[in-house]
């Protein structure tokens, strides 16, 4: 997994998408074995993959230098992440309201950076809110592993599980400047025809699997 992961960034130069397959591996590794060692192995996979893709692949350095020091080139190629943060610190506690905040000033407002959006016009009680609900999805699919008794089920309901949880954590991090972006979207809020219908696919099976504990 971690070579196909390494042949999908060389590829597609789609890091998120890279990244997003080899830490749900490792989560459904770890659910089947037990074993810590497999986490730790593939961390440390992780991270030779990404100072080999920052040697390689000019995607990967640019959005490493951005993460690290986004103010170093903020009308270039840090300009979505420096206009991010201008956003989410512009919305404050409570945000600037519903409609009146300025999404259009970030590119792809709709689609990666939707929770910048959201923290400018909703402000921190929206991020926390937003984050509540996803947690909130991550626990239950949690709960319907742990009460099926057929195993298949088991791991395929945390996988799914992990799969929403992976991506929103990555994307969050992301737009939040915690981790380098990877251009992901944000379960059941991003605009795209085939990430929401990904998750609502992933939400409907859950609920099927619930219905055998």
């Not at 103010?71 to 979505?80: H, I, K, L, M, V």
């Not at 991090?173 to 085939?194: A, N």
């Amino acid at each position: 997994m971690w070579g196909f992961s390494i042949l999908l960034l060389l590829l597609q130069r789609d890091l998120g998408m890279s990244t997003l397959f080899f830490l749900v591996f490792l989560t459904m590794l770890h659910l089947a074995s037990g074993q810590v060692r497999y986490l730790l192995v593939g961390g440390l996979l992780l991270l030779v993959a990404g100072f080999v893709g920052y040697q390689l692949f000019a995607v990967v350095r640019i959005r490493v230098e951005a993460w690290w020091d986004p103010f170093a080139d903020p009308t270039g190629n840090s300009y979505q992440i420096v206009q991010s943060l201008i956003a989410i610190a512009s919305g404050g506690i409570l945000g600037r309201g519903l409609g009146l905040g300025a999404p259009t000033l970030i590119p792809v407002a709709h689609s990666d950076f939707i929770l910048a959006a959201l923290a400018e016009e909703w402000g921190l009680a929206g991020l926390l809110a937003c984050s509540g609900l996803l947690a909130l999805t991550v626990t239950r699919g949690l709960r319907i592993a742990l009460q099926t008794r057929n195993s298949f089920n088991q791991l395929l309901a945390g996988g799914l599980t992990a799969l929403v949880g992976v991506q929103a954590l990555i994307i969050m991090g992301g737009v939040l400047k915690l981790v380098p972006l990877t251009g992901l979207t944000l379960p059941f809020l991003s605009y795209g025809g085939s990430s929401l219908l990904t998750h609502f696919v992933i939400a409907g099976l859950l609920l099927r699997l619930s219905s055998r504990t």
